[in-house]
């Protein structure tokens, strides 16, 4: 599955939107515009969705599946770093002892600002 833009094919959510974005650097840079996607081991949102952080709105574009070995430094500026080393090393860092496998699938949630 890659690059799904229906929720009918998408499977169910497995967390709520509220907890998409939640560490506080990260949610600087989404409303700073520097990240514009989240990678989760779940569903979080649907297409369509709106985030809300700190009184910022974010429409959700993209849901889509992905391994981490189809990670490129492009992927990683999504996420507000220059490499994908850098992203890799921050979210080891959130998760220690978790293993990087390049089969490893997550779920891309691609956002951007809600305009008024």
């Known amino acids: 599955m890659n690059n799904q833009h229906d929720n009918?094919?998408?499977?169910?959510?497995?967390?709520?939107?509220?907890?998409?974005?939640t560490v506080p650097s990260d949610i600087e840079k989404v409303i700073a515009g520097q990240k514009t996607a989240t990678r989760r081991n779940g569903r979080y949102a649907d297409i369509g969705e709106i985030m809300e952080l700190q009184g910022h709105k974010f429409v959700v574009?993209?849901?889509?599946?992905?391994?981490?070995?189809e990670l490129t430094n492009e992927h990683a500026k999504q996420e507000g770093f220059e490499t994908v080393e850098q992203y890799?090393?921050?979210?080891?860092s959130y998760h220690p002892g978790m293993p990087w496998l390049p089969q490893m699938?997550?779920?891309?949630?691609?956002f951007r600002p809600v305009s008024d």
């Open 61 to 69: 574009e993209k849901v889509y599946s992905q391994s981490l070995g």
């Open 8 to 21: 009918q094919a998408l499977p169910p959510k497995t967390c709520t939107i509220e907890r998409l974005v």
């Open 105 to 110: 699938r997550v779920w891309v949630h691609e």
């Open 88 to 92: 890799k090393e921050s979210i080891l």
